[in-house]
Structures are given as C-alpha cells and as structure tokens.
C-alpha cells in the first residue's frame, strides 16, 4: 500500500492534481469511469489507470488494492464522498478530497469515530478554501489572546469550471448558516463591507465548509463566512455548455485573496489578508502535496482539516501564497 490514487482524474482539476504529483515524484494510480480518457491520460503520464464507478462497493475494494491515500476529485461531492469515504475506512485507506460542499464535511463528522477506530485520515477540502481559509484563520487567531469571532471572506476571481459551477448548483439552498456560541444555525442573509487591501468592498454571507473546519482546529465559537465574486460570478443558462475551466493565463490573471477579522474578548479586533494564485491552481497544487505528505506518513485518525493536520503554515508553503497583518 505504497500508492495515491486519485479518482475523477480527467476532470478539469482531477488533471491538475495528476499532474502535479507526477511531477513531485508521487506514485499514482489514476482511476475514474471513463476508460478513453483515463487510458489517455496515464500513457501522457506513464501511469497505471484503473477503471471503476461507485455503485459497487465490492468492485470498489478491489480497485484500492496498493492503495494507501486516495484522492476524490469527482463532484458532486454529494454523489462520490459517501461510497468513497466509507470504501477508504473498509480498506483502511486514508481519504482526501477537493470539495467545497458543506455535506462532505458533515459527512466525515459522521464517520469520525469510525475512521478513528480504523486508523484512516478523512481529510475533504485537502485544497481550495479550506486550506487557504484555514491556514488563515489559524495564524490570525494565533494573534489573539482569547479570540471570540471570527469573520473571514474570500474574493473569488475569474470564472467557473463547469463541474464547480455543476457542484454549486446541486448543492445550492436558501439557507445561510453561521457558527453560533459553538452550534451551526440558521441566520439571516447579509452583505458587509469587508477590506481584502485595497478599500472595502461588498461581501455577502454565504454558507462555507469553513463553519466547521476553522472551527474544529481553532475552537472559536463564533464564526461567518463570506464571498466577494468578481471576474464573471455564477454562470447562467445551460451549464453543459461552459468550457471545461478557466484556461491557463486566465488563472494567471486572476489571483484569489482572502480576509479575516478576530475579535477578541476585549473587543479588539485583529486583521490578516492571504494573497494566492487562482482558487484552481491552489486547489491542485495543495491536494496534490497533501496527498504527498499522508502517503509519506503525515497522518492522523479520524476527521482532519488542512491546518490542523500540516498547521497554520500550510497554505504558505503553496505556490505564491502570503499572508500579511494589518
């Protein structure tokens, strides 16, 4: 059990993650549903490919076979996690993901206890905004002497690939939650002015991932989240038809940046700003060198978060990514 796998390999980030650790010297299967473009990617890569769906949990065992880490980059998460995180617990198998969907998190809440018995790390959102806002949040709080709240936003530049956009849409719900005194709840929708360094601008709340990862490894009990969309937001009309994701120089041209805001119990209020590469490039990179770092033995049972497995400094250790205080 010497490998990483990384299942919906010929997807638009599932590629990107292939790639990157091919090129740090990790040893990958790739694996998916469609044989012709996974058998043309592994020979682009020199890499075995093993060919499988998730409606077989007899045939899924038997494709973890040498596996120690598998990676899913196959949204919706709403469809893949389940079967694949409770196949990585059968075959004591640790788990990775890219998902920015709530569910999956909820998910590995659930089977918390049991991949703890099983010795296997559920780690969803190796990559994207939970590692970068986790990071963050991390060193932030780190700041402060009794942190209270925390207030964090991303600005998402540049358009959609259409398995996000795909994703988004399933998952898509009125409700707009927030950390509470420790409890998730149920809170009206706002938009506030949040400075990512350059002039406030509008934020609106919307519900992350975030509501539970930052605060099961920083333990403050108040937290919101938000999102400042420039570039094109949301697309419109037939998903189907977008391109398969931004193309290279438009990554290039569109980096990410995130805010955070920590009250303390005095009222103080400290802030921090991450500057990264696009939210595609660092979700690849960074799920690429997670699965890097647990294959070699970086590993915890039980339900992890990027910051609270590699600490506060993950973030920075991908690509072109600082963190400032201001």
């Keep these: 059990m010497t490998k990483l796998m990384i299942y919906g390999a010929t997807g638009y980030t599932g590629r990107m993650v292939a790639e990157h650790a091919k090129a740090a010297e990790t040893p990958i299967i790739l694996a998916g549903r469609s044989e012709k ?28 076979t040498d596996v120690a880490v598998i990676v899913n980059a196959a949204g919706p998460f709403l469809r893949t996690a389940k079967p694949l995180m409770e196949a990585s617990i059968r ?10 969907e709530l569910d999956s998190y909820r998910l590995a809440e659930q089977l918390d206890a049991d991949a703890k018995a099983a010795g296997v790390t559920l780690l969803p959102g190796g990559g994207g905004s ?59 929708n ?3 002015k949040l400075d990512f360094g350059q002039g406030a601008v509008d934020s609106f709340q919307v519900t992350l ?26 697309p419109q009309g037939d998903l189907s038809a977008l391109p398969d ?28 700003i991450l500057d990264t590469v696009n939210g595609y490039s660092f979700t690849a990179i960074a799920v690429a060198e997670a699965g890097r770092r647990v294959l070699a033995g970086e590993a915890r049972p039980g339900f992890q978060t990027p910051a609270g497995l590699f600490g506060s400094g993950f973030a920075q250790t991908i690509a072109d990514t600082t963190i400032i205080d201001v």
């Design 37 to 64: 473009p996974l058998a043309e990617l592994a020979a682009k890569l020199g890499v075995e490919y093993r060919l499988f769906t998730l409606d077989d949990g007899a045939l899924i065992d038997r494709s973890l």
């Design 91 to 100: 075959n004591r198998v640790h788990y990775i993901d890219t998902a920015a």
């Design 130 to 188: 939970v590692a970068m806002l986790g990071s963050l949040a991390g060193h932030a709080v780190a700041r402060v002497k009794t942190p209270g709240k925390i207030r964090i936003a991303m600005h998402v530049a540049g358009g959609m690939s259409r398995g996000s956009a795909n994703s988004a849409t399933e998952n898509m719900t009125a409700q707009t939650l927030a950390r509470v005194d420790g409890e998730l709840v149920t809170v009206a």
């Design 190 to 192: 706002s938009i506030q």
């Design 209 to 234: 991932p975030d509501l539970i990862t930052i605060w099961r490894a920083t333990g403050v009990p108040n937290i919101e989240t938000f999102v400042h969309v420039t570039g094109g937001g949301f």
């Design 245 to 272: 994701g931004p193309t290279d120089q438009e990554r290039l041209d569109n980096r990410y940046k995130a805010v955070v805001e920590v009250t303390g119990a005095d009222g103080t209020v400290l802030r921090s």
